[in-house]
């Protein structure tokens, strides 16, 4: 049974595709990084797998089970962390999660006991019965991991996780998503920059435009971009070259 | 119309410059300002007709304006002289100090001064003076949409001195009432958070859309008030308020009165304010700046001492009393206390709480007129009806608020756990609002009709909260049916809802036609009681089991 299968997948919004026939297949729980530019259908991937949107064309199927048709069953068994932090910032942290954890269907018990546990370890135990509304976005992202993983899921799916936390902060999901692995579980995490993905990553999957354009390990992706095959995406995503000239302008008008 | 105003301020650049003040950073720093007042979402207005650049103050200024004709009308048509004065002066102070607190608040609180410009080489008198100068201006604005129109009137009808004297105590009104405002954040800082001051001032929001409501209702009856108005006096207490010093001050200008009493009371008028002002510019705005810089400063925690503690709290008990899934719960909870905390649902549904009241009044006592009359045959009517079905009305319109939330974009939770009857979310809701809301209004509508029609009326508040929620449900079973607070505040209305509402409108009316006819055929009850209590049930059960599908996005 494959952990995770995409074939020929497709989704159009309005007419025009935003995926054009993504395949993958996993079979080993490993951390895959996804990786693409802005806009180039990471998202929406991911809301497919995660059976949020059952829309599409293709096929799509979770530990075995069609999105389509055992959305729920997949959703108890998978964690999804979105982008952009979004939750209902004027309950505490408690609160949120004990309305998440419900939704989960996690008993009132178990829920509160993981919530202390975990907000403790993520230093946010003082803060607890205080309202988001004050959070930083680090602090509402630790918050959404937590909902995202209380109910420890064998599938994890990441949008942009590590946006807006702190350095150190960094550093202890990092460490959190190796451990998962270990444990083995599968994490599918997106992200537009290769920079923190390509140390933890065991897999590389670059898409642009609804399109895959490679899939292997950081090692191999260098070495065809060496070639030539994938320079220009690989630029991108990196960020070295282009990033040098356009910071050399900015310093040029200051002086101007 | 800021260009207008700031050709007025150029007038004194001189003064200005002799003060070591950078004039254009003075001008840049209140034009930016004042740019900021015109777009910043005013209250007491649809935030649907805010969404872009208009210039939101003029609209809020066009308002005051409105409402001082009603003032205007006021002056012309009550025989009194002082009371007219009276008026008119209370509701300058009144209305200044409100829309300095609801609106003004922003800025009087606002502290991102001191990080965007402390930094910049400003020297900190151009800054100062750049405050004052926007304040006045602020002030000034509003004190013209406020007191022209009435000020006019006066003079027309009592005379030109007498005008003039009355733009002089509108102005000193208007410094009472800044000086209030401030006195009042300053208490409430002292006391309390930046948080709580803000929440402070959502309270004081709603209040104000309470009061205009009010207003709109009762300053045209004030104007047939000449029975009132041959029978008022001034007691020795009056004097302890400023509108009364001020309507006596231009009492003496109107009659050219000027015995001992009215001498003493233009002093006073006249002193008081201005030396409050002079203690507020000296005293009050420094220390009051002080603390801004100290409430910015991270607000620290107080909430140590439940650490790991796993305490029930009374929201969590009510939820496990009256919603039997995780799910139902999860909704209610949620429901529960994200419309005690959310200040945009605050603003819209509780106001409407406050018009209950209004409305009973009205309906009940036909608009006021004769009240000793209707009050006296009341006990022998069925008007506790109004009693028993207003409420629901109201609290219903709750049930579309819900739906809405700035923070919309969370509601991917629902679609990314594995949520199999989305039916008990919304469930779950329904019944957090019939409890937080309904039950505590139905309470003191019972309490009201007690006194008023006897133990006799006990049986049909109980047979009225069965119907009532039977409403209820009805009302939140019918139409597109949305999540709690997953949708964009300010997204249009869809089309057909006027047909629903009449729908709606039929429905109410054939339940309460029903609670007429127990009324007249008392047995009725025990046949149409366990029918309602039935359909109470089966209506729950659909909306339980809704499918995912009858979820509107």
New interface residues.
């Given amino acids: 049974m494959n952990i995770l299968r995409l074939h020929d997948l497709k989704k159009n919004y309005n007419g025009t595709y935003v995926l054009k026939g993504i395949n993958l297949v996993i079979d080993e729980p490993q951390i895959i990084g996804y990786i693409g530019p802005n806009g180039a259908g990471k998202s929406t991937t991911i809301k497919i797998l995660a059976g949020i949107i059952d829309s599409f064309e293709g096929e799509a199927t979770v530990l075995g089970m069609d999105v389509r048709k055992d959305a729920l069953q997949i959703k108890q068994s998978i964690g999804y962390i979105p982008e952009q932090a979004a939750l209902y910032d004027v309950l505490t942290p408690l609160e949120y999660l004990r309305f998440t954890g419900r939704l989960y269907q996690l008993p009132d018990a178990v829920i509160e006991k993981k919530s202390w546990e975990l907000l403790r370890l993520f230093e946010l135990d003082e803060k607890a019965n205080m309202r988001m509304t004050g959070f930083s976005k680090g602090m509402r992202q630790k918050v959404l991991l937590i909902s995202g993983l209380m109910h420890n899921p064998d599938i994890i799916f990441l949008d942009e996780p590590l946006n807006g936390l702190d350095a150190n902060a960094v550093i202890l999901v990092k460490e959190i998503l190796a451990q998962l692995k270990q444990a083995g579980k599968t994490l599918f995490y997106s992200s537009h920059i290769m920079d923190v993905v390509e140390k933890i990553s065991d897999r590389i999957v670059i898409i642009n435009k609804g399109e895959t354009l490679a899939d292997g390990t950081f090692e191999t992706l260098k070495a065809d971009a060496a070639r030539g095959s994938l320079e220009n995406i690989f630029t991108a995503l990196t960020g070295d070259e282009q990033h040098q000239t356009t910071a050399g302008a900015f310093v040029d008008v200051l002086k101007s | 119309m800021e260009k207008w105003l700031l050709k007025i301020v150029h007038i004194f650049d001189g003064v200005f410059r002799r003060q070591g003040i950078d004039i254009s950073q003075l001008y840049a720093i209140v034009e930016t300002k004042m740019t900021l007042d015109k777009r910043r979402v005013y209250m007491n207005w649809r935030q649907s007709d805010q969404s872009d650049n208009k210039n939101h103050l003029l609209m809020v200024l066009a308002v005051y304006g409105f409402f001082s004709v009603f003032m205007g009308a006021m002056i012309f048509f009550l025989p009194s002289f002082i009371l007219a004065m009276i008026f008119l002066h209370a509701y300058i102070i009144f209305m200044m100090a409100m829309t300095l607190i609801t609106d003004f608040s922003t800025v009087l609180l606002d502290t991102t001064d001191n990080q965007i410009i402390l930094p910049k080489p400003v020297n900190s008198r151009t800054l100062f003076m750049a405050r004052q100068v926007h304040i006045l201006l602020y002030l000034f604005q509003f004190t013209i949409a406020m007191c022209l129109i009435p000020v006019v009137c006066v003079g027309l009808k009592y005379g030109i001195l007498t005008g003039l004297a009355a733009a002089i105590t509108t102005l000193l009104s208007v410094l009472l009432a800044v000086f209030f405002t401030y006195f009042l954040y300053l208490l409430v800082l002292r006391f309390s958070s930046e948080?709580r001051a803000k929440e402070a001032v959502t309270w004081f929001q709603i209040a104000m859309t309470v009061f205009f409501a009010v207003g709109y209702q009762i300053i045209p009856r004030m104007i047939n008030m000449s029975e009132f108005a041959d029978r008022f006096e001034l007691h020795w207490y009056s004097y302890l308020l400023p509108p009364v010093w001020m309507a006596v001050a231009l009492e003496s200008v109107y009659t050219l009165q000027a015995d001992f009493t009215h001498l003493l009371v233009i002093i006073l008028a006249v002193s008081l304010p201005l030396l409050l002002f002079w203690i507020l510019n000296k005293y009050l705005a420094p220390s009051f700046t002080a603390r801004l810089s100290a409430i910015n400063t991270?607000?620290r925690?107080v909430?140590?001492k439940?650490?790991?503690v796993?305490r029930k709290s009374l929201i969590t008990r009510l939820s496990s009393w009256f919603t039997r899934t995780?799910?139902s719960?999860?909704g209610f909870?949620?429901v529960w206390?994200?419309t005690g905390?959310?200040k945009s649902f605050k603003l819209q549904f509780y106001p409407s709480l406050g018009y209950v009241f209004v409305f009973i009044f009205i309906f009940v006592f036909n608009s006021g007129r004769n009240v000793g009359a209707s009050w006296n045959e009341l006990s022998s009517t069925t008007k506790f009806l109004w009693f028993i079905y207003l409420p629901m009305f109201t609290v219903a319109n709750a049930l579309l608020f819900i739906t809405y939330?700035e923070?919309f974009?969370?509601s991917?939770?629902?679609?990314?756990?594995?949520?199999?009857k989305p039916g008990e979310l919304l469930l779950g809701g329904l019944i957090a609002l019939f409890i937080k809301y309904f039950l505590f209004i139905y309470m003191a509508m019972l309490a009201i009709s007690l006194y008023i029609w006897g133990w006799k009326i006990l049986d049909d508040f109980l047979f009225g909260l069965a119907n009532d929620y039977l409403c209820f449900l009805i009302l939140g079973s019918i139409g597109k049916q949305y999540l709690p607070?997953s949708r964009q505040p300010n997204t249009r209305q869809q089309t057909g809802r006027f047909l629903l509402a009449i729908l709606q409108m039929m429905i109410v009316a054939a339940l309460v036609g029903m609670h007429y006819l127990v009324i007249k055929v008392p047995a009725a009850l025990y046949v149409l009681l366990p029918v309602v209590l039935a359909a109470c049930w089966l209506l729950q059960q659909n909306l339980r089991n809704l499918p995912w599908k009858k979820i509107a996005v």
Avoid at chain 2, 414 to 420: E, G, L, N, T, W
């Fill in positions: 948080a991270e607000a925690d909430s140590k439940n650490q790991g796993v995780n799910l719960k999860a909870e949620m206390n994200i905390r959310d939330n923070n974009a969370a991917w939770i629902y679609r990314s756990a594995p949520v199999k607070f």
